[in-house]
């Protein structure tokens, strides 16, 4: 299998989500659990013998759903709540909801609503990350949410099984971290495109598939000759629960730049940080979820000794990236909220960077076109100017 | 080395073409009104420009090529974005200008520039073409009015209406709706005039405030548009001679950027005499003399004449007997 190959298959699960669940389930009679990004430990639904699966943004366009829920809810919550109104999602079995936004918390009552057959698994999640009773209180959320499989389940999810769920998923992010320093040094010059396909099946496909076919691609990039990039090297940030548009990545790429690091969830910030193997598996996967946050801090979660826009600005110089690509998702309040801090840091820091916002129903490209353009001038008139 | 250089601002409604010299004055300039992504209103404008100054393709250095269409001209050497091109068309036109505001057949953008006359922001509208040039034509069409008479008319509103909608289908229905409840043409015109320049202002907002303010593009030739946007901002606006052409101008400048980093190093012959004789001058004892051995100037001709067995006679024979 080559890598075209490799990849094929990855952007096949990371099109049609909901198609691959159902061929996995009618191959091995298991069922499948739905989650909402992006703290869901799918190592726990993993263990207990299920396929977890984070559930992922629909490019149809939102009909009856309209009816649920209104439009002022992001792209994500709406396209979720219209899929569950369209019987979209009769391939799962559960479905696993975490609490991390209020529009979440809307949807997740719209989707109840639609899919009473469907059972809903609710777990908390703190979000104040450095008090002292953090670690303990995220460890009953996640304690809570094993009986709960448990229980649904009808069967024990034992430590030892935990733990080797766990180490399955660490490889899978340490395969995939290796090909974002791969890119980075110019070896595996991957489009932004063909890594959003990558991140993106593994938070649906079956983890031990997804991670034979990563090891094959990653081998397939090692010891490679480092590419000199040829367009402005960019970094993404952005865009946390849904995935941005493929073809709005493709733009980009079209425009002279070269993506040399990202953020996105579905991208850099979905594999950053691994989940503890030794000790009990329950308080390794609670310093898991904080540790995320350090590791690539997130607007949604309260942490006073973390500050996005300077991990922002630390992983650009590390990247030697010139500027940076703001993709926000049109009422993403999170992002919304956090946005003018990252613009004030970058211009005090004299880093140049762009803000797109996106939207579900689609964008104007040949519009934002010009302003990427336009922004990709700007940064290299500027540089020749210092020059 | 050629002496010229082109910019060509392939718009959505009009196609602009400009010609530099090298020294950046401009030789010709044509605006063609032209269909929608039509081919032929973009060579026309060319064709005209290159009429104008009796020159032909061939003797440009470099085509730079801008707009909604920049992508489309085989020809261009270069494409850059009409938000580029138009902050260095305005810059050339109005030096010491800090805001440009652009209102084009289908958008409309404004641009802060910083002191070296770089683009330092830019917003444009991203969502629909409302209170752009075609925004205007489509509600001149809803009150039977000629486009070029739509400003005057509405310069003569008295009652102050109001036009809510930003879309431009909404807002012929608000127009159709405000001229049957009896309200006159230029009210209903004043009303929409003062629409856009909500709307600018708007953008001048998200990219901040600041003067001098230069208008350009095709909408900057309606002095409603003008009169409401500098009532909007509480500033002057500056209309350069000729608004319409500051995207090709830009174009044309960058152009010539380009061509000039590019030749550098290469000097034209009267350039390499004029040097040489300036070293003449330097190596002199004393004021006046051009005692130098390579050169014997008359003042009376007006290329100095190679000395016989200089160097420059010498190349000349060797190159007369290549």
């Known amino acids: 299998m080559d890598r075209q190959d490799i990849i094929g298959r990855f952007a096949e699960a990371a099109q049609d989500p909901l198609g691959y669940a159902k061929a996995w389930k009618a191959r091995t009679g298991r069922q499948v659990i739905g989650s909402f990004p992006m703290n869901f430990p799918g190592e726990l639904a993993h263990a207990a013998g299920a396929l977890p699966m984070i559930l992922q943004e629909s490019d149809e366009a939102i009909t009856v759903g309209h009816g649920v829920l209104f439009p002022f809810y992001c792209g994500y919550t709406r396209s979720m709540v219209d899929q569950a109104a369209r019987g979209r999602f009769e391939v799962l079995d559960a479905i696993m909801f975490g609490d991390h936004c209020v529009q979440l918390l809307g949807m997740a009552d719209a989707i109840r609503m639609k899919l009473p057959g469907t059972r809903v698994i609710f777990f908390q999640l703190i979000s104040s990350m450095n008090d002292p009773w953090t670690q303990g209180r995220s460890e009953e959320s996640f304690a809570k949410l094993r009986q709960e499989l448990e229980e649904f389940l009808g069967r024990p999810v034992e430590d030892a099984v935990i733990r080797e769920s766990t180490r399955l998923f660490n490889s899978n992010r340490r395969l995939l971290r290796r090909l974002y320093e791969m890119r980075k040094e110019g070896t595996a010059p991957l489009t932004s495109v063909e890594m959003q396909h990558i991140v993106k099946s593994s938070m649906i496909m079956d983890k031990a598939e997804h991670t034979a076919l990563a090891e094959k691609l990653v081998a397939g990039f090692e010891n490679g000759t480092a590419a000199p990039s040829r367009g402005l090297r960019l970094h993404l940030s952005g865009h946390f629960c849904q995935a941005p548009k493929p073809e709005l990545l493709a733009m980009i790429e079209e425009c002279g730049v070269t993506v040399v690091g990202d953020d996105l969830f579905h991208g850099f910030r979905y594999i950053s940080t691994d989940v503890p193997e030794e000790g009990d598996p329950i308080a390794a996967l609670a310093r898991w979820y904080m540790d995320r946050n350090t590791g690539v801090p997130c607007p949604t979660r309260v942490q006073n000794n973390v500050d996005w826009d300077a991990f922002l600005l630390k992983a650009m110089r590390e990247e030697r990236a010139d500027g940076m690509i703001v993709l926000m998702a049109k009422f993403c309040e999170p992002h919304m909220y956090y946005y003018p801090e990252v613009k004030e840091a970058f211009e005090k820091a004299d880093m140049p960077h762009l803000l797109i916002e996106t939207e579900h129903e689609g964008m104007a490209l040949e519009s934002l076109k010009t302003r990427v353009e336009t922004f990709v001038e700007i940064v290299k008139r500027r540089e020749a100017a210092l020059a | ?322």
Do not use: W
Request: glycine share 10%.
């Open chain 2, 1 to 322: 080395m050629k002496r010229y250089v082109m910019g060509i601002d392939f718009g959505s409604t009009t196609a602009k073409t400009v010609i530099l010299d090298l020294k950046g004055k401009r030789v010709a300039h044509a605006v063609a009104h032209m269909g929608a992504v039509s081919g032929d209103g973009v060579k026309a404008s060319i064709k005209m420009a290159l009429d104008q100054a009796g020159l032909t393709q061939a003797d440009m250095g470099r085509t730079v090529s801008t707009g909604y269409g920049r992508r489309m001209l085989d020809m261009a050497d270069k494409n850059y974005t009409e938000i580029t091109c138009h902050a260095r068309g305005a810059v050339a036109m109005v030096p010491g200008a800090r805001l440009v505001i652009d209102i084009g057949g289908q958008d409309s953008k404004v641009i802060a520039v910083d002191d070296n006359g770089l683009v330092a922001q830019f917003a444009m509208n991203d969502r629909c073409a409302a209170g752009t040039g075609k925004f205007l034509e489509v509600l001149a069409r809803a009150v039977e009015v000629d486009l070029d008479k739509l400003g005057e008319l509405a310069l003569g509103a008295r009652e102050k209406l109001k036009i809510s909608s930003m879309c431009a289908t909404f807002a012929e229905t608000e127009v159709i709706s405000l001229l049957a409840e009896g309200h006159p043409k230029t009210d209903v015109m004043g009303a929409v005039h003062a629409a856009i320049a909500a709307r600018t202002l708007g953008l001048v907002g998200r990219v901040g405030k600041k003067g001098p303010v230069v208008m350009t593009g095709g909408v900057a030739r309606n002095p409603a548009a003008v009169h409401y946007i500098e009532q909007a901002l509480d500033m002057p606006l500056i209309l350069p001679e000729l608004p319409q052409i500051a995207g090709a101008l830009g174009a044309a400048l960058i152009g010539l950027d380009d061509y000039r980093a590019e030749y550098k190093h290469q000097i034209t012959e009267a350039e390499d005499m004029a040097r040489e004789e300036q070293m003449a001058e330097d190596k002199a004892c004393i004021p006046g003399c051009r005692g130098v051995p390579e050169l014997a100037v008359d003042p009376r001709e007006k290329q100095p004449a190679p000395r016989a067995g200089g160097l420059k006679s010498l190349l000349s024979t060797l190159q007369n007997n290549l």
